[in-house]
């Protein structure tokens, strides 16, 4: 399930588009299947009373909140997705360049036709999801710990409290969810 909910959810956290919105529609809950019923019955719910919309007015609804809650927001962002907004309160911080080192250790580097920066939730779910898919263990749970999970929580937690069209308050919900059992999950290996 973990290689799968990273996955998904880089894709949910990713600015969308018109594939994506189409997807959400169309083969998301089959992919979700993971979660537990509350959680697919809460994202059906948003897909059932937005589903007469048409494909363009559907994919706005999506595009316009991300915007809202993720990009340009006046008089501020209210989530900046970026872990050096929330660990240091500056864009490209230093958590950023560690973010970016460990991307390199593991042989990934940040293609030139990404615009956005390395420590967006996406991206460090993508890096997730590539380190479970190749068995790097002990890189995922590092990086769980010495980066996402230190910042991932309050910027759910904002998600939550300014989300307006209950997407992404629901997946943002999921996430810190899945992160707290995580860091149980771990603590328990340790003991």
Not at 12 to 20: A, C, I, L, T
Not at 25 to 38: H, M
Request: aromatic content about 16%; proline content about 3%; some cysteine.
């Amino acid at each position: 399930m973990t290689k799968e909910f990273y996955h998904v959810f880089s894709l949910v956290f990713h600015k969308p588009d018109r594939e994506f919105a189409s997807y959400l529609r169309d083969g998301f809950i089959e992919d979700v299947n993971f979660l537990d019923k509350a959680a697919i019955s809460n994202f059906s719910t948003f897909l059932n009373k937005n589903r007469e919309k048409d494909e363009e007015k559907f994919y706005e609804i999506l595009a316009v909140e991300y915007t809202r809650l993720f990009t340009t927001a006046i008089p501020q962002v209210p989530c900046p997705p970026y872990e050096s907004m929330y660990r240091e309160d500056v864009i490209m911080g230093d958590s950023t360049l560690s973010v970016l080192d460990f991307y390199n250790r593991s042989g990934l580097n940040v293609v030139e036709k990404f615009h956005d920066l390395a420590d967006h939730v996406a991206v460090e779910l993508e890096f997730l999801y590539y380190l479970t898919e190749n068995g790097f263990t002990a890189e995922s749970d590092s990086f769980m710990k010495e980066h996402f999970s230190k910042w991932v929580p309050k910027f759910c937690e904002d998600v939550e409290t300014n989300d307006r069209i209950g997407f992404y308050k629901h997946a943002a919900r999921i996430l810190k969810d899945f992160i707290n059992i995580e860091n149980i999950n771990k603590q328990k290996e340790v003991k």
